[in-house]
């Protein structure tokens, strides 16, 4: 199992699978698989909120991807694409 907390220490949460993407690549092979899969993704930057908002949602935990981005040095959104 793999359990995750933001640094508050007071919200630990079961998650299904931890990602940790380098590349655009990596991501987009993400969102395929998730997909492909009918998982959700969460997005979680420097883990440093308290009040759990990095987390997923009790209810979708076990069958949530975490995209961690700790090894990517820069994230641009692009909403044309």
């Known amino acids: 199992n793999i359990y995750l ?19 655009i690549n990596d ?10 899969q009918g998982r ?5 930057g420097q883990a440093h909120t308290m009040g759990g908002q990095t987390l997923p949602l009790r209810k979708s935990h076990q ?5 961690d981005l700790k090894y ?3 994230v641009e959104y692009d909403k044309y694409t």
């Open 27 to 36: 991501i987009e092979y993400l969102i395929s698989k998730a997909k492909s």
């Open 5 to 23: 907390n933001d640094i508050s220490k007071l919200n630990e949460t079961e998650i299904y699978c931890l990602f940790y993407p380098q590349t």
């Open 72 to 74: 990517m040095n820069h």
């Open 40 to 44: 959700t993704i969460s997005v979680r």
């Open 63 to 67: 069958t949530n991807y975490v995209c």
